[in-house]
């Protein structure tokens, strides 16, 4: 089953792109341009010339030295000014009218997004949008978030002969990197809640999907004071180094692999003031008891486990399917799969496409091949099929304990099942995993779910009944146990994540009440408040 790149000529007029060599940067409010040397950026997709398959070159990104990366944190550090600068005391009616500014000029940028999101990483336009107009509607709901923090904290306590007043401040500078599969979403769900809350950040896009960010620096710079944001490019370990071995970055909002987030983060010399948020790897298990509905559950493990090639942080990346049911499972299995389609980003009902990261077929084949060394057998024809940066999705089972399969997070569209007949062999998978994201269960006994349920809670920070793995609703908490994550997301809880409960509080006596009224009457301090209203 062999992958078919387009010709130039068969790409429709209105999903062409043009090269982008970006050269800007912004630092300290101004888009500034880097003279120094750049950074190729290659497209998943290739196209066919003349019989031979070439790699699309997508344009171009600066490619930072250590000395550029620390101006970034030099701006961000002086914005904030020890917490004295225009942004951290600033109102949040202010903060949120710079956001809502934002949102308005992103917008405007909505369709070359979408493109860049095509061309870079291979998703398709369906996904592609969703995960823009997502983003937007991430943005507003943080806002009302923030608007319903601010009115619930704008009370006075009176406690132990005291008045006081509990808010949040922010923390100080941020170093915020985002993911390659969701360049725009999960990056702006840190990026975004840490401004809001008064930080400054230096801001380093993910390795893959960095052009699709360059149409938003004019917008940053338009809605932000200078300094509020930064942006740094190039190789992590020539960039992000010194900026953590400053010791001047006190928060790290990261999402990627575990073993990237501890080497960065062990070069901070003063750990204990660093505070991190991290989304780290996941290997989340379906559990499908004999009792499952499989007509109705398959579609849905089917999405959990390939959806956009598998390359979710929250994919169904384990299938631990009752033995009873093993041969109805894979039967219905392949049958839904076959209805899924393989193409080019634009082409329609698309599925499957391209693989964004180099050299990412090549690793997952070695997966495949030690799975089935290991006495897996491909179920699907043309499984695992590799032309260029495509691999057609392999369908393997058994999968043995034995094989790196069983244990690695493969991130990309390998889809491995586990026959057993005892619920202690997925239990003790999970027990004995690093990783503790999420798990999902699919069967309809209330007594054998439930038990399920009250272990699985204490393993993985969501349990999914009858449902794929997922980030969303927004506004659920998304964490991880384990390996998995440090500190939690959702519209409410990354406003917590990027600030610290401050207490101001003076003596219940008549000459505390007639200072606090003088500055409430002045309106001499952003912070003490009596009323909140925007």
Not at 91 to 99: G, L, N, Q, Y
Not at 481 to 505: E, H, M, Q
Request: proline share 6%; aromatic share 10%; hydrophobic share 40%.
């Amino acid at each position: 089953m062999s992958f078919v790149f387009p010709t130039e000529d068969s790409i429709p007029e209105k999903y062409r792109t043009k090269p982008i060599h970006q050269k800007e940067y912004l630092l300290d409010g101004e888009i500034r341009i880097w003279e120094g040397e750049s950074q190729i950026v290659k497209s998943p997709i290739f196209l066919n010339r003349n019989g031979k398959l070439e790699q699309v070159i997508l344009g171009s990104y600066p490619n930072f030295d250590s000395k550029q990366s620390l101006l970034a944190l030099d701006a961000a550090v002086k914005a904030y000014g020890h917490g004295t600068g225009v942004w951290p005391i600033a109102t949040p009616k202010e903060r949120i009218d710079a956001v809502r500014k934002f949102i308005e000029l992103m917008k405007g940028k909505r369709d070359q997004i979408i493109l860049l999101l095509m061309w870079e990483i291979g998703k398709t336009e369906k996904d592609a949008t969703k995960e823009f107009e997502r983003t937007i509607e991430y943005l507003i709901d943080t806002i009302e978030s923030l608007q319903e923090l601010e009115t619930n904290s704008a009370n006075y306590i009176k406690e132990g002969g005291l008045i006081a007043q509990i808010k949040r401040s922010p923390y100080g500078v941020v170093l915020c990197m985002g993911p390659f599969n969701y360049p725009l979403n999960e990056t702006f769900c840190t990026l975004i809640p840490a401004i809001l809350m008064g930080n400054t950040v230096v801001f380093k896009p993910a390795k893959y999907g960095v052009l699709l960010l360059q149409p938003l620096l004019e917008c940053f710079q338009k809605a932000f004071p200078p300094g509020v944001i930064n942006t740094v490019y190039g190789d992590g370990a020539k960039v992000i180094s010194p900026i953590m071995e400053s010791g001047k970055i006190d928060v790290f909002a990261f999402i990627g692999s575990s073993s990237t987030a501890n080497l960065i983060t062990k070069k901070h010399p003063k750990l204990n003031r660093l505070r991190s948020v991290l989304g780290l790897n996941a290997k989340n298990p379906a559990i499908v008891l004999p009792d499952t509905d499989l007509k109705t559950m398959v579609p849905e493990i089917l999405s959990g486990s390939l959806a956009y090639n598998g390359q979710r942080c929250t994919a169904l990346k384990i299938l631990f399917v009752h033995k009873d049911i093993l041969d109805e499972f894979t039967k219905l299995y392949l049958e839904e799969f076959s209805k899924w389609k393989a193409g080019m980003p634009w082409d329609k009902d698309v599925n499957f496409t391209p693989l964004p990261e180099e050299g990412k077929t090549k690793w997952l084949k070695e997966l495949l091949d030690d799975a089935t060394t290991q006495g897996a057998k491909i179920l699907n024809p043309g499984g695992g099929e590799v032309t260029e940066s495509f691999m057609f999705p392999a369908i393997l089972s058994p999968v043995s304990p034995n094989s790196r399969l069983y244990h690695e997070e493969q991130f990309g569209p390998l889809v491995p099942i586990v026959p057993f007949s005892s619920i202690d062999e997925p239990l003790n998978y999970i027990f004995q995993s690093n990783m503790g994201q999420q798990a999902s269960v699919f069967g309809k006994d209330p007594k054998t779910v439930g038990k399920l349920i009250d272990i699985l809670v204490n393993q993985v920070a969501r349990v999914n009944w009858n449902a794929q793995c997922q980030r969303g609703p927004d506004s659920f908490p998304f964490s991880g146990r384990k390996d998995s994550a440090d500190g939690t997301l959702s519209v409410s809880d990354a406003l917590r994540v990027f600030s610290i409960r401050t207490v101001v509080s003076f003596k219940d006596n008549e000459m505390g009440r007639n200072l606090l009224g003088e500055v409430l009457k002045e309106r001499s301090s952003n912070y003490l408040s009596q009323e909140f209203h925007l």
